[in-house]
């Protein structure tokens, strides 16, 4: 038995795989692109590491592409073998293999809590910190993040390996609740005691942007940049915070410059990055910024993957690419897509239920909200897509764009004062509120 670095208790008897599997579990916290190899080295030197087989299911889990599915079973059949090739493995092995279980199982909710209550214990120890954290991060859970955040840091010993990166978790969690100052005490003092903590750093750029204080954004993006842009495709996300400072700012050439050279330098089809694309893009156009043909690559790769409703948010994302471009047929087949969606019992199946069907049908400009009730319900529930409140943002100002379509001033009025509660007024939202006021009859 060894614990690692970071807290993390596992059966392995080579010190060779546990350096390697160290250096996995730091490159998922400072979303290095040196992961993947450091993972298959922990399992080249023990094919019978159960958290790095468990790891590997899910991080192909989190992908949340349908053809990796398969990937992370037999990962999960392989930490199961090893399990019992190592006598039962350790607690904390067990654990994580039951978490895995309730992911593979299509309930991101019930892994994370098989995280939390596991390591009720140890609740700092970073890898099921980490991955309960992403998982409730896409699962739309902020109140059950900032419970385990706040668990985590009461004790926390500034010292430990994973300081910083906890710091960093929990300085996301108190912004996307709106508590600001706190945010960005805790995300300063988590880059302050692990610089490579991109996720704190994030955590402090959410709050310029939420608060509208863009120079103070820019400025803290490009004094990271050192950090950031070594990541993996999280670097690209990065730039996406950085090109919508500039985009607020009324720098569109540099907004322009931004898309081509640091979001979109590759054609990828990850789902984060395409979110990032097919938000930005689409904030370039309604701020009346001409994109030219950028939203060729990201609508082809839609349209590939409109049969694909592993996660909502990602196949939301998709169908606004569609939509940009006028792709009818892909659009409709991924709306009866999420309709289909919405009749299972998974916790995907539920977010379809309650938001994607709806929120599709607005982007698909199938259906407007007829009424404040409605309105209200859609925003309420826009969290069970997953995300952050500046990622969701852009449904939010579609849907403001799909009511004021119809020159219903008082219910892009509403919108405005349910977005205001966390996020300051910005021009784009002044300029959807001026095209429906343009509308109304003198």
């Known amino acids: 038995m060894k614990r690692d670095a970071y807290d993390l208790t596992t059966s392995t008897a080579s010190n060779e795989a546990q350096r390697a599997f160290e250096s996995a579990v730091y490159g998922i916290a400072s979303h290095r692109p040196s992961t993947g190899a450091a993972l298959q080295a922990t399992l080249a030197?023990?094919?019978?590491?159960?958290?790095?087989?468990?790891?590997?299911?899910?991080?192909?889990l989190i992908l949340a592409r349908s053809e990796l599915e398969p990937v992370a079973t037999t990962a999960l059949a392989d930490a199961h073998v090893s399990l019992a090739r190592k006598v039962g493995g350790t607690s904390d092995e067990r654990i994580l293999v039951r978490a895995l279980e309730a992911a593979s199982e299509g309930s991101f909710s019930r892994a994370a809590d098989v995280l939390d209550h596991g390591f009720e214990d140890r609740p700092a120890t970073l890898l099921p910190f980490k991955l309960s954290?992403?998982?409730?991060?896409?699962?739309?859970?902020?109140?059950?993040?900032?419970?385990?955040?706040?668990?985590?840091?009461?004790?926390?010993?500034?010292?430990?390996?994973?300081a910083g990166f906890v710091l960093g978790c929990h300085a996301f969690a108190l912004e996307e609740h709106g508590r600001y100052s706190e945010a960005l005490a805790t995300g300063l003092r988590a880059v302050a005691l692990q610089p490579d903590d991109s996720w704190g750093l994030h955590a402090v750029s959410h709050v310029f942007e939420m608060r509208?204080?863009?120079?103070?954004?820019?400025?803290?993006?490009?004094?990271?940049?050192?950090?950031?842009?070594?990541?993996?495709?999280?670097?690209?996300?990065?730039?996406?915070?950085?090109?919508?400072?500039?985009?607020?700012?009324?720098?569109?050439?540099?907004?322009?410059?931004?898309?081509?050279?640091?979001?979109r330098p590759q054609q990828t089809d990850d789902f984060r990055d395409m979110a990032n694309a097919v938000s930005l893009l689409w904030r370039m156009e309604q701020s009346g910024v001409h994109v030219g043909d950028r939203w060729h690559d990201v609508s082809e790769i839609a349209y590939r993957r409109r049969t694909d409703t592993t996660l909502i948010f990602a196949a939301l994302h998709n169908l606004a690419a569609m939509v940009a471009v006028g792709e009818?047929?892909?659009?409709?087949?991924?709306?009866?897509?999420?309709?289909?969606?919405?009749?299972?019992?998974?916790?995907?199946?539920?977010?379809?239920?309650?938001?994607?069907?709806?929120?599709?049908?607005?982007?698909?400009?199938?259906?407007?909200?007829?009424?404040?009730?409605?309105?209200?319900?859609?925003?309420?529930?826009?969290?069970?897509?997953?995300?952050?409140?500046?990622?969701?943002?852009?449904?939010?100002?579609?849907?403001?764009?799909?009511?004021?379509?119809?020159?219903?001033?008082?219910?892009?009025?509403?919108?405005?004062?349910?977005?205001?509660?966390?996020?300051?007024?910005?021009?784009?939202?002044?300029?959807?509120?001026?095209?429906?006021?343009?509308?109304?009859?003198?």
């Open 45 to 60: 030197a023990d094919p019978d590491h159960v958290a790095g087989h468990v790891l590997k299911g899910f991080a192909n």
């Open 133 to 162: 954290h992403a998982l409730r991060f896409m699962a739309g859970d902020t109140a059950a993040m900032l419970q385990a955040s706040t668990r985590a840091v009461i004790g926390l010993d500034s010292s430990a390996a994973a």
């Open 212 to 263: 509208g204080d863009t120079e103070q954004g820019v400025d803290w993006l490009e004094r990271g940049r050192k950090a950031w842009s070594r990541c993996n495709n999280f670097s690209f996300h990065m730039a996406w915070h950085l090109g919508l400072l500039h985009l607020e700012r009324g720098d569109h050439d540099r907004v322009l410059e931004i898309y081509d050279d640091e979001v």
């Open 328 to 442: 009818r047929d892909g659009v409709a087949e991924l709306v009866a897509q999420i309709d289909a969606k919405a009749l299972g019992m998974d916790d995907q199946a539920r977010v379809a239920a309650e938001i994607g069907v709806p929120m599709a049908r607005v982007l698909a400009g199938l259906d407007a909200p007829a009424d404040r009730q409605m309105i209200d319900r859609m925003v309420a529930n826009l969290t069970k897509i997953g995300g952050s409140n500046a990622q969701r943002d852009f449904f939010v100002l579609a849907l403001a764009k799909a009511v004021g379509a119809g020159g219903d001033n008082a219910a892009v009025s509403r919108i405005g004062q349910i977005r205001q509660r966390l996020k300051a007024d910005d021009q784009l939202f002044k300029s959807i509120e001026r095209s429906v006021s343009a509308r109304l009859p003198v």
